[in-house]
């Protein structure tokens, strides 16, 4: 509880300059350049903001209301984020952060994908990269709708290149949509090199992922284009094996079952851009084999 | 007509202070309070889903200055804890709310819900029982039918009064999400019951079947903004309710106009002032409670600074608004951080709707005056709970210096809120629960 008494002034203080800053600058977003306290209040309580949603889930029952506010909470300061141009280079900071680490964990999870209902269900986790991308504005919403309009036809020759190495025929869906969401990401790094399609496996998997489930799941209802229509025949098997409280849970951490990611870890996926440790990513791999055994049972059977 | 509109809003002093304990545990925490329509019966749910009605005792003609004190009537385990198998869920068995049905008979009905269920519970005296039986003696021991020479029947003896509680329906299986609010219809038929994203009807004969009347469920649950937070039927039309939302607003809505009333036929909502405009002026706007007057013509709203009243009759703006605790404004970053910002607070009215009282926290409660404009902020405290004392208005002090009574707001204690409260149909007695302890003040008599 709120102990009796405790000062909070700085917080407080930094909140009434928060409000007085977001209620002064009126002028169009891209003039306005958030002050060094305003930006790290507000990142504070993007981070404040993402842990109670972590807790929440980790509740038997979360409490839907106050994960609704939450998330709108975590929506509003994305978009004032974007507006500032500060979102991006925060998950540009992500993604340059992720790279060394994924290259092995990302393989392994590809090879085990060898079932396509598997592959389209966690397919279906990342799903809402074109929301992600669509966060990008400016040049990069170009990027976007070209991508998503020519989709499969963009992957196919990256698709081709991994195929030789891993034959992984069926996983060819997951590998396409790891390409896009790399390539959003580095979309900042002018034209997509060559390199990106060495890039692909090193997906951005679950270091930035939950970060990016958790933002990129909240749909910005802006010019980015809609994302593509949920499988009808999954969403019925979703629909009936997992109640909703599940559905709320793959949507707002992108996990199956309970996340297995303190909230420590997320908080420091995010403020820190330091070196990932790989355990979250270890964990958050055995969440993925969960789902992938859940799918199996679910489908196989 | 007593004079009490002098002294504003009314001078309390508590009889009494009922179901207190001193070291309590998380189940005695009360979680409703709710008089029935005529006054004479409170009843209390707590989390470990008991339920406590209390009686008004009879006035008694040798000390008039003494009104009837309430005590303790019955006594019984509403809802137990469950467990959902498909989902691996414990099912709280707090009880989230009771509503009387008017009385209509001897016997008292009322509905309690938890999260899943709602339950109708029949509570009736037993003040005689019948002797004499042939086949059984006194005791319950058979009778052996050898033994019986002679047939007598059976006499009605006075008996020492037994208040029994039976749970006459179950209705279950309704609701995927937590239910937060019930309202019984005033054709005395029918009941709704709401959850975070459905409001269902019911007949109160009927258990197994339940209509949908709003859905606000999206297709794709990741597009999921805004959930129902409370709902109510409208005291006299039988055909109208109005439910709030997470987002500030409230629709009332028509059952005639089609089954599924996903459209609303008045919807109120005050544009958001872009001066206060911060990250946290959603969660502040979402209403925790909706009351209609008694009247039928106002509706008041709760959200987590304010109780606005609404005329039902403009929709573009409440007709009143009071501020609870505006002294929290320039604390939601902290109260957000300790989850205090998502408090329920609930509001009623008095009987005459010129009165509306909601809690806040230190144990304070707050009442407002809407005719002279007045209000008062009281405490449910034990201190001030010396039978015949009269309560004492508090202050809080927002800042610069703060006088002798007063308390200022980075004393407040957090814990202790008020988050239920309860005003008597018809005279000047409030019910407060704070935390497990309950409250009853009455107004002064001269």
Known sequence: MFPKGTKRKFLDSAEDAATATVAGEQGPASTRTPSPSYSLQRQSLLDMSLIKLQLCHMLVEPNLCRSVLIANTVRQIQEEMTQDGTWQIMTQALAAAQCPTDRLVATEVLCRQSDPAAAAAAGQSPKPYPLVGGLDRGYHSEEVVMEAGDAHKEALPTQSYLAGPFGMGPCWEEEQQQQEEEEEEDGGDEDGEESEGEDVDERPEVDSRPGEQVFGTFEIKQQPPPPPPPDPALEELFSDVDPSYYELDTVLTGMQSAPKMGPYDLLESLSSHGPQPLSPGASCRSDLNELDHIMEIIVGS | ?446
């Open chain 2, 1 to 446: 007509m007593k004079c009490f509109s002098r002294y504003l809003p009314y001078i309390f002093r508590p009889p009494s202070t009922i179901l207190s304990s001193s070291c309590h545990t998380e189940a005695d925490i009360i979680s409703t309070v709710e008089f029935n329509s005529s006054g004479e019966l409170l009843a209390t749910g707590d989390k470990g889903g008991r339920v406590v009605v209390f009686q008004r005792e009879q006035e008694s003609k040798s000390q008039p200055q003494r009104r009837g004190e309430y005590n303790v009537y019955s006594t019984f385990q509403s809802h137990e804890p469950e467990f959902d198998y498909l989902k691996s869920l414990e099912i709280e068995e707090k009880i989230n709310k009771i509503k009387w049905l008017p009385q209509q008979n001897a016997a008292y009905f009322l509905l309690s819900t938890n999260d899943k269920t709602v339950k109708l519970w029949k509570i009736s005296e037993r003040d005689k029982r019948p002797e004499g039986y042939n086949l059984k003696d006194d005791d319950g021991r058979i009778r052996d039918p050898s033994t019986i020479t002679s047939l007598r029947v059976p006499v009605l003896q006075p008996m020492d009064l037994m208040v029994e509680a039976t749970a006459r329906r179950v209705f279950s299986n309704a609701h995927t999400y937590h239910i937060n609010s019930i309202s019984v219809n005033s054709d005395l038929q029918t009941f709704i019951s709401t959850d975070d994203l459905r409001v269902n009807l019911w007949n109160l004969e009927i258990t197994d079947r339940s209509f949908n009347i709003v859905d606000i469920k999206p297709a794709n649950m990741e597009e999921l903004t805004e959930v129902i937070t409370s709902a109510e039927f409208h005291p006299q039309q039988c055909h109208t309710f109005a439910y709030s939302s997470s987002k500030g607003s409230i629709r009332l809505c028509d059952m005639r106009q089609a089954a599924l009333c996903d459209k609303h036929c008045k919807y109120f909502e005050e544009p958001e002032d872009p001066a206060t405009r911060s990250f946290f002026s959603e969660i502040i706007s979402s209403i925790s409670d909706v009351k209609f007057s008694h009247n039928g013509r106002h509706l008041m709203t709760r959200d987590y600074l304010t109780v606005k009243v609404w005329d039902l009759q403009m929709e573009n703006k409440p007709l009143e608004t009071y501020q609870v605790h505006d002294y929290l404004r320039g604390k939601l970053c902290s109260l957000y951080e300790n989850d205090c910002i998502f408090d329920k607070f609930e509001c009623v009215w008095n009987g005459s709707d010129s009165v509306i009282m909601t809690g806040s926290y230190n144990n304070f409660f707050r009442m407002f005056d809407r005719n002279t404009k007045r209000d008062v902020t009281l405490e449910a405290s034990r201190e001030n709970s010396k039978p015949r004392a009269i309560l004492k208005p508090r202050k809080v002090c927002v800042g610069g210096k703060r006088r002798k009574d007063e308390i200022s707001v980075d004393s407040l204690d957090f814990s202790k809120k008020i988050l239920h409260t309860t005003w008597h149909p018809h005279e000047n007695i409030i019910a407060v629960a704070a935390t497990n302890n309950l409250y009853i003040f009455q107004d002064k008599v001269n």
